[in-house]
């Protein structure tokens, strides 16, 4: 069975701390590995922390919310766990994962791993109307409390994958008033749409 690793760097020397970190499930396809360096944005506040480690198989996972154990989950005989909760709606919530074999002797014990449930949609500002030449490029801003994934947009009925910010438009582009809708993503699955008339002269 393969097992996931992170390497987080001690204070002193070149000398590492391997820990077996989990992952988060937030609905049936947006699977997030927890960082302890940044927080992980995620669209719902019910989530599945879920990981395979086989030195504690038959054991259990403790989950601990800001030092409260707040799960006990009992792991398989392949060393795979998985620990359903409910993040706090407002504001950031850290986790942190005691890992405990079957002897229940404590084998591990994780960093602390914030996340924070965000249902802001990205914020798309474009001119109701943009004159662009063909083969030219037209702008748009976008704004979010977190990151964005991904753009695309759809011109004259075609979808384009965009990045962030432009869109060229086609140099076969017919002159005149052509209808174009921007959309993006971020990293939560939050979606965020802007129509536009684009006037090519």
Not at 17 to 28: I, K
Not at 71 to 87: E, T, Y
Request: aromatic fraction near 10%.
């Amino acid at each position: 069975m393969s097992e996931a690793y992170v390497i987080s760097p001690a204070e002193e020397g070149f000398n590492y701390t391997l820990y077996h970190t989990p992952s988060v499930a937030v609905g049936a396809s947006k699977v997030f590995t927890l960082n302890e360096n940044s927080i992980i944005f995620v669209k719902k506040a019910n989530v599945a922390f879920r990981g395979a480690f086989e030195s504690i198989a038959n054991g259990v996972v403790r989950v601990y919310k800001s030092g409260k154990l707040v799960k006990k989950v009992k792991v398989d005989k392949s060393g795979k766990w998985r620990a359903k909760v409910k993040l706090g709606r407002k504001g950031v919530s850290a986790y942190e994962f005691k890992y405990y074999n079957s002897a229940g002797q404590l084998v591990e014990t994780t960093p602390s791993y914030r996340l924070m449930v965000d249902k802001k949609r990205p914020d798309i500002t474009m001119g109701k109307t943009v004159d662009v030449s063909r083969g030219g490029t037209m702008e748009w801003q976008v704004a979010d409390n977190d990151s964005i994934d991904h753009c695309f947009c759809v011109f004259r009925g075609k979808k384009y994958p965009v990045s962030e910010y432009s869109f060229s438009v086609p140099d076969t582009t017919p002159l005149g008033i052509s209808k174009i809708k921007v959309t993006c993503y971020d990293r939560a699955g939050n979606k965020g749409s802007r129509n536009a008339k684009v006037n090519v002269r």
